[in-house]
């Protein structure tokens, strides 16, 4: 009696189980619809408004990330991305009116420049929606912000005599007018503020030096997008286009060093010279003032720099106490009007390693020469290319030098084993990481032996030994005719037939 009154209530619960299940399945069906389903139907779409595209540029601004909201009902969207460095002649990067279902892209990018990008909302068949009327364009750029704008015709000593840099935490640009032309009498002094000297990358000021350096106290300096004339230079032989500050700070060193007191200038803050052309030179390109400086990077990327000096018995560039990290040269031309002097090295570092410089907030274990797509010549010939103390020859240290048009520089190194331009950037032995690749030598018409044979010469195995035929026309500019070497792209781009780049 009792089984049979307790079994209404079994399939009571069970019935009552089956209709929770059910309205949760269709509670369930109902937010799914809810999700996928537009609240914009039989409409005609709006484009993302400007403000509220937003563009991303990576470390070394090598690519950009362009992003935009939502448009609900939208069936996707229209993408082109322009280089605007010439207004007048927008160039495409990418596909052009890229049809993009989602809501961000990613297109390659370079430093210092303009862009715009232009997208248009497109419509939905599905639900009725049609393509917006028009479409939004954004200008943007990655250039740093500029602090002042400096006139043409100025004098620059005079300027920052009046104007001296101010203590700034953030770096400072101070930018010339594209075309303008200005002089330098004497010094201009950054302190320790990291500043960007920057011309206009399609029109360069002009800047004729007479004397005086750009004086670093510790901090980042580029120069960009600048032409420098040393022809009427009468400073003295001490002078160099970027001087390390005499009067050192020790309590900054104490502060930034652990063991050696060196005044640590982090990679994050580049000493560079950037797009200029320097003729004329006499003395220093850069120079550490003998005080115990040390550059988390140094680097000259998509230069000219021509010397006119044959009694100038310095290295170009010279670490006399301090120590460099990262030095990297790319993408750039080195010459000498005439035969330099013998001890006209290209760089030299007189002491101790990059281990031996100890940073608190950064880890120095070892150091890096990058040479790359960059054509030399006579710079400097029969000089050593580099002379070092220990620099850059640890098993931490790395040598890479690769795809360069070396010609009658350095010295000649006819036989296997003679010390060349590349025996001395190795220090002579094979204790630092090398890689090499692409390269050209060419010495009083022949390929020099030393350079390709020997334990610490090029030991890539993949070098051009034929005649670069590059010819000199004269304030700094080369024509290359060597079939070999324009068929791989080596040495500085812009001699290669049919380049546009600026010269």
């Not at 006579?378 to 030098?401: E, H, L, R, W, Y």
Request: proline share 4%.
């Amino acid at each position: 009696m009792n089984k049979m009154k307790a079994k209404p209530k079994i399939i009571a619960y069970i019935i009552c189980a089956m209709i929770v299940l059910t309205v949760t399945s269709c509670i369930d069906g109902f937010k799914d619809d809810s999700m996928w389903s537009p609240s914009v139907t039989n409409a005609t779409m709006n484009s993302p408004v400007a403000d509220e595209i937003k563009v991303k540029f990576n470390a070394d601004n090598s690519e950009q990330t362009i992003e935009w909201p939502l448009v609900k009902g939208a069936g996707g969207y229209q993408v082109s991305v322009y280089n605007i460095d010439n207004p007048d002649s927008p160039v495409l990067i990418g596909e052009e009116n890229q049809v993009v279902d989602g809501i961000s892209v990613k297109r390659e990018a370079k430093e210092d420049s303009r862009y715009k990008v232009v997208i248009k909302t497109l419509g939905n068949e599905r639900y009725n929606n049609k393509d917006a009327a028009t479409a939004t364009a954004k200008e943007y750029d990655n250039l740093l912000s500029v602090t002042a704008v400096i006139p043409s015709g100025t004098n620059l000593t005079e300027y920052f005599t009046t104007n001296p840099v101010p203590v700034s935490a953030t770096e400072l640009c101070y930018e010339l007018e594209p075309g303008g032309s200005y002089t330098m009498s004497g010094n201009v002094s950054i302190g320790q503020t990291s500043v960007t000297f920057r011309g206009s990358k399609l029109e360069h000021a002009k800047l004729k030096m007479t004397d005086g350096s750009f004086v670093n106290g510790g901090a980042g300096l580029k120069l960009k997008f600048i032409d420098i004339d040393y022809a009427d230079f009468v400073g003295a032989a001490t002078n160099s286009l970027i001087l390390m500050d005499a009067n050192f700070d020790a309590t900054a060193a104490a502060a930034s060093s652990n063991g050696t007191s060196y005044l640590v200038v982090p990679t994050t803050k580049p000493v560079a010279i950037q797009s200029c052309k320097i003729t004329g030179l006499k003395y220093y390109l850069f120079y550490d003032n003998g005080k115990k400086y040390a550059i988390g990077s140094l680097m000259i990327k998509d230069c000219i720099i021509g010397q006119n000096s044959s009694t100038f018995n310095q290295a170009t560039l010279r670490f006399q106490s301090g120590m460099v990290k990262d030095m990297s040269f790319i993408n750039s031309t080195f010459y000498n009007e005439i035969v330099p002097n013998s001890s006209n090295r290209i760089c030299q570092i007189s002491s101790g390693n990059v281990s031996s410089v100890k940073p608190v907030s950064e880890s120095w274990t070892g150091g890096s020469i990058t040479i790359t797509n960059c054509t030399f010549w006579q710079f400097p010939k029969g000089a050593q290319s580099f002379n070092s103390n220990g620099a850059m020859g640890t098993v931490n240290d790395k040598i890479i030098i690769r795809n360069n048009i070396i010609i009658d520089s350095g010295e000649y190194a006819s036989a296997a084993g003679g010390n060349g331009f590349i025996k001395r950037f190795r220090r002579g032995n094979t204790t630092a990481t090398f890689t090499g690749g692409g390269n050209t030598f060419w010495y009083n018409g022949a390929v020099p032996q030393g350079e390709i044979s020997g334990t610490s010469a090029d030991t890539s195995g993949d070098y051009i030994l034929t005649n670069p035929q590059l010819t000199y026309q004269g304030n700094g500019v080369f024509t290359m005719a060597g079939p070999d070497q324009i068929s791989r792209g080596t040495g500085d781009p812009r001699w290669l037939p049919g380049s546009t780049i600026w010269h």
